[in-house]
């Protein structure tokens, strides 16, 4: 399948004057397509299995950002310390400290997003107001927490999608250390946008339609 490179370079060219980050969610696609966004000067890309993301970065570029944006079982985290970029999706204080634990093992320092639950989302993962706050009052030697992360509703009610995201806006403002919001996706990054997001992640856009 062919990457959609005209939607790609406008996309990018948007979000650059923004100086808001783009990542190129890649899931299921090929090391093909994703080598045909990096030759345009795409380097941040989104993966949601570890599986997927420890064999494409092992045949892809180095300087690749690997973001890790599907839900992360404490036990896998291991495979993907060394060299992951970004984990987008720490939903518990358990996480967290075996995270913490894996990058002090090999020396490194781990960013990572806390992701919050949105009001009427379908996925059961993410943290609520009340658990957010509790996870923040602890402070990790190899983690930093530098935001928050959300999946709005799968919904065509625009009105709805536009409070989750400014919901999660308001509570990102509450919390100095969090200067990243990854919000917004193919379907919503322009409403994402207006309300604050700083990172979205897109993959049909510039992909196609996965297989
Ligand atoms: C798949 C996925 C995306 C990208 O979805 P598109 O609709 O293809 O843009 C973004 N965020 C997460 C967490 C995803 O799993």
Not at 14 to 23: A, M, R, S, Y
Not at 195 to 206: A, H, Q, Y
């Amino acid at each position: 399948m062919a990457i959609q490179k005209e939607a790609f370079l406008k996309i990018k060219s948007e979000l650059e004057k923004k100086h808001i980050t783009l990542v190129a969610v890649s899931k299921t696609q090929s090391i093909d397509s994703i080598l045909q966004l990096y030759e345009l000067g795409q380097r941040d890309f989104g993966e949601n299995y570890v599986q997927e993301l420890v064999e494409k970065h092992k045949h892809l570029p180095s300087d690749i950002r690997w973001h890790f944006i599907g839900h992360l079982q404490s036990n896998k985290a291991k495979k993907i310390i060394s060299f992951v970029h970004l984990i987008q999706t720490v939903d518990s204080l358990k996480l967290l400290q075996q995270l913490n634990k894996e990058a002090k093992n090999c020396n490194r320092n781990v960013n990572c997003l806390l992701q919050v639950r949105m009001a009427q989302e379908e996925t059961k993962f993410g943290l609520n107001e009340v658990e957010l706050s509790n996870v923040l009052e602890n402070k990790f030697e190899n983690v930093s927490v530098c935001g928050l992360m959300g999946l709005g509703t799968l919904t065509n009610d625009v009105v709805k999608t536009r409070e989750e995201f400014s919901f999660l806006k308001r509570l990102q403002d509450k919390i100095p250390t969090a200067k990243i919001l990854s919000m917004g996706m193919s379907s919503d990054f322009k409403i994402a946008i207006e309300e604050g997001s700083t990172l979205v992640r897109i993959g049909s856009l510039l992909f196609g339609e996965r297989n």
